[in-house]
Antibody, heavy 116, light 112 residues
Framework: EVQLLESGGGLVQPGGSLTLSCGVSGFTFTSHSMTWVRQAPGKGLEWVSSISESGVNTYYADSVKGRFTISRDNSRNTLYLQMNSLRAEDTAFYYC?????????WGQGTLVTVSS | DVVMTQSPLSLPVTLGQPATISCRSSQSLVHSDGNTYLNWFQQRPGQSPRRLIYQVSKRDSGVPDRFGGSGSGTDFTLKISRVEAEDVGVYYCMQGTHWPRTFGQGTKVEIK
């Protein structure tokens, strides 16, 4: 069974940093690109970032470019999202998903709240 | 960026009746590899999104056959042939052809 489990969310002050993790199981991690999507409370879905199978190629939304870094540890079957210089508008549920053309599987999400 | 425009944004439906959601993209979604990466997702209240349809019309495993996707180029449709109570939620289209990836605004399906 394919499973994705996000962790690392929480309350952080504006300007602060946070690193999200997404542990996966049930499929060969090294064979799949991965994506982060976020959803502000009560709002729609917003693509944040994607990474290729090897980690060589990364892609970012303009809204997070230069502040967020996506990475992966293929030996640990884990995807990461390092978030710096956080702003109030980054408050959202963050989901990891498998794929970049079509997001076939999603985690349950982790909530990031940026507030003083 | 490719803008994905869904309509309607709210869709009250009667149980057992069909429902149709439209999704239009501001650019063709045909990829250089020949595929069209148009996806449909369902998000039930309090749950994570779930993919229903990929590459316009391919149904994901476990998705009831009352869900169907169609379209080409820039115009796409998700149809539910007979709405059931479990279909309540928000439906999103998403293009996976161009960077950045973009979603439609979402269509809220509710029972009349």
């Amino acid at each position: 069974e394919v499973q994705l489990l996000e962790s690392g969310g929480g309350l952080v002050q504006p300007g602060g940093s946070l690193t999200l993790s997404c542990g996966v199981s049930g499929f060969t991690f090294t064979s799949h690109s991965m994506t982060w999507v976020r959803q502000a409370p009560g709002k729609g879905l917003e693509w944040v970032s994607s990474i290729s199978e090897s980690g060589v190629n990364t892609y970012y939304a303009d809204s997070v470019k230069g502040r967020f870094t996506i990475s992966r540890d293929n030996s640990r079957n884990t995807l990461y999202l390092q978030m710096n210089s956080l702003r109030a508008e980054d408050t959202a549920f963050y989901y990891c998903a498998r794929g970049i053309y079509g997001l076939a599987y999603w985690g349950q999400g982790t909530l990031v709240t940026v507030s003083s | 960026d490719v803008v994905m425009t869904q309509s309607p944004l709210s869709l009250p439906v009667t149980l057992g009746q069909p429902a149709t959601i439209s999704c239009r993209s501001s650019q063709s979604l045909v990829h250089s590899d020949g595929n069209t990466y148009l996806n449909w997702f369902q998000q039930r209240p309090g749950q994570s999104p779930r993919r229903l349809i990929y590459q316009v019309s391919k149904r994901d495993s476990g998705v009831p056959d009352r869900f169907g996707g169609s379209g080409s180029g820039t115009d796409f449709t998700l149809k539910i042939s007979r709405v059931e109570a479990e279909d309540v939620g928000v439906y999103y289209c998403m293009q996976g052809t161009h960077w950045p990836r973009t979603f439609g605004q979402g269509t809220k399906v509710e029972i009349k």
